[in-house]
């Protein structure tokens, strides 16, 4: 199996368009401690020549100049004039930057759009993602635990996780840690391997640990370091917990929630811009480093 990370930032990346917190700054300034990131996405593939991505981010069309082995050239005929070697994305929930790469996908390209009824009502709710014209895209909804072949040799399945619904629905009382079809988890299995990608959580739970201990390695939310980061940033009122993800540190955070479980690989993904474990060399990247834990970064790739 091969896991490629398309993108390791959250929404907004890595420096966010209008940000200046401390490692945007850096960002914005080339300084070499900050690797610049897009956002949220990988593609997992069984052989290396069919493609599936896990989410669609804003930020996709370059993520794709960027990965060769998601080019057209990937295995084509002389007479190829169009073709991808991606057939198909999963999607873990509504967010934009989840989603909004779907439109980039427009060109009348055969693919299959999985995701819960939940979240492929959201597609259904906004107009806009008719642009994927249903001639040649497929939306495909899956259940919570059903396994699904997008591509030979590589099953996906998808489990709820604790989360909310994305942004732009939320209403005046947002239920928040709530397990249901909008925030999902996803198990990728192939050749006797299984990772797990789970970009957004709210919290570690003693189901979740139980559930991923077949993996290989797990790709988790790493939003933020510190729950109340955005305010210490001067950027922002919203806690991480408000946002539907768990922090790093802390009592109820994702160092204590995972501690001790080994060997799995533990790798954090979908990392906020105001995340100080962005800066090679800082005590918190030092923190998850000490704790056994690896930092997804833009091109990164897993084989198992
Ligand atoms: C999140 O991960 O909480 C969302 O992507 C936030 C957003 O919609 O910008
Ligand atoms: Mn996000
Ligand atoms: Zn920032």
Redesign the pocket.
């Known amino acids: 199996m091969r896991l490629l990370v398309l993108g390791s930032a959250?929404?907004?990346g890595v420096p966010q368009w209008n940000c200046l917190c401390e490692v945007c700054r850096l960002a914005w300034a080339g300084d070499p401690r900050v690797q610049p990131r897009t956002q949220?996405s990988i593609a997992v593939s069984a052989d290396g020549e069919q493609w599936v991505l896990l989410n669609a981010s804003p930020d996709l069309r370059a993520q794709l100049d960027a990965a060769a082995p998601l080019s057209p050239l990937t295995n084509a005929a002389p007479t190829d004039k169009r073709r991808s070697p991606i057939a198909a994305v999963l999607l873990t929930n509504g967010?934009?930057?989840?989603i909004a790469g779907l439109l980039t996908l427009r060109e009348r390209q055969e693919l299959t759009v999985y995701a819960t009824e939940s979240v492929l009502g959201v597609l259904a709710d906004n107009s806009v993602f008719a642009v994927l014209d249903p001639r040649h895209v497929r939306r495909q909804p899956i259940r919570l635990e059903e396994a699904v072949q997008p591509v030979a040799g590589l099953e996906l399945s998808i489990f709820a996780v604790p989360g909310k619904v994305?942004?732009?629905l939320e209403g005046d009382n947002v239920e928040i840690g709530g397990e249901s079809e909008m925030t999902v988890g996803v198990r990728v299995s192939a050749n006797g391997a299984n990772a797990y990608y789970i970009p957004?959580c709210a919290s570690v739970t003693g189901d979740l640990k139980e559930r991923v201990r077949d993996g290989d390695v797990i790709l988790f939310d790493g939003?933020v370091y510190h729950d109340d980061e955005m305010q210490r940033a001067g950027v922002g009122e919203k806690t991480g917990s408000r946002?539907?993800?768990l922090s790093m540190a802390g009592e109820s955070g994702s160092l204590q929630g995972w501690d001790g479980y080994a060997p799995v690989r533990k790798i954090f993904i979908?990392i906020n811009n105001t995340n100080p474990v962005l800066v090679e060399g800082s005590p918190e990247r030092a923190t998850i480093e000490a704790a056994g834990w690896e930092l997804a970064y833009d091109g990164m790739e897993i084989e198992l």
């Open positions: 959250a929404g907004g949220s967010d934009v930057d989840h994305p942004l732009y957004g939003t946002m539907g993800h979908h």
